[in-house]
């Protein structure tokens, strides 16, 4: 748990499309803890992290930030991505939040590239996760992060209308 594999798990070879890389953790945190996930993303067309139950359903991201992507995410001044996995608000610009579910898994895509990096993933006390940054990463408060749920809320509405 709570590591990527150099490898290509055997799923994504028998299911592969050749322009879409796809790669799962399992991760499993302790209330007091961090899954703190380090990248440099790839040169692609897209990318993206989501968070899942062990059947690979998606997490509640109605009412949850379960998943970034390369236009949501909040680069570091070098380029890099660094992912905040708790089940509660860090403040930190790329969390994910586990919507109380202890353990499952944490994908990543990286769509139309030529290069494959693996994130590198540590598990980290809750009450660390600042120690363990750079000084200028930035903090979101309690105040941004409703209003990003509550325009993820809204985007949900228009493409899955309530009948």
């Known amino acids: 748990p709570n590591t990527f594999a150099d490898s290509i798990p055997p799923a994504a070879e028998i299911f592969r499309d050749p322009n879409i890389l796809f790669h799962v953790a399992w991760f499993e945190l302790d209330d007091d803890e961090a899954l703190v996930i380090d990248v440099v993303p790839p040169r692609c067309d897209y990318w993206m992290f989501v968070l899942h139950n062990r059947w690979l359903e998606s997490l509640d991201y109605r009412y949850h930030r379960i998943s970034l992507n390369d236009s949501s995410a909040v680069l570091e001044s070098d380029g890099s991505l660094r992912v905040v996995v708790a089940?509660?608000?860090?403040?930190?610009?790329?969390?994910?939040?586990?919507?109380?579910?202890?353990?499952?898994?944490?994908?990543?895509?990286?769509?139309?590239?030529?290069?494959?990096?693996?994130?590198?993933?540590?598990?980290?006390?809750?009450?660390?996760?600042?120690?363990?940054?750079?000084?200028?990463?930035?903090?979101?408060?309690?105040?941004?992060?409703?209003?990003?749920?509550?325009?993820?809320?809204?985007?949900?509405a228009r493409r899955e209308p309530v009948t």
């Open 87 to 156: 089940n509660r608000d860090p403040g930190h610009p790329n969390w994910l939040d586990t919507a109380g579910h202890p353990e499952g898994i944490l994908q990543y895509r990286w769509i139309w590239t030529k290069t494959y990096p693996v994130p590198t993933a540590r598990v980290v006390k809750f009450g660390q996760i600042r120690a363990e940054l750079p000084a200028d990463t930035p903090t979101v408060t309690a105040e941004e992060r409703k209003r990003v749920i509550h325009g993820r809320q809204q985007h949900v």
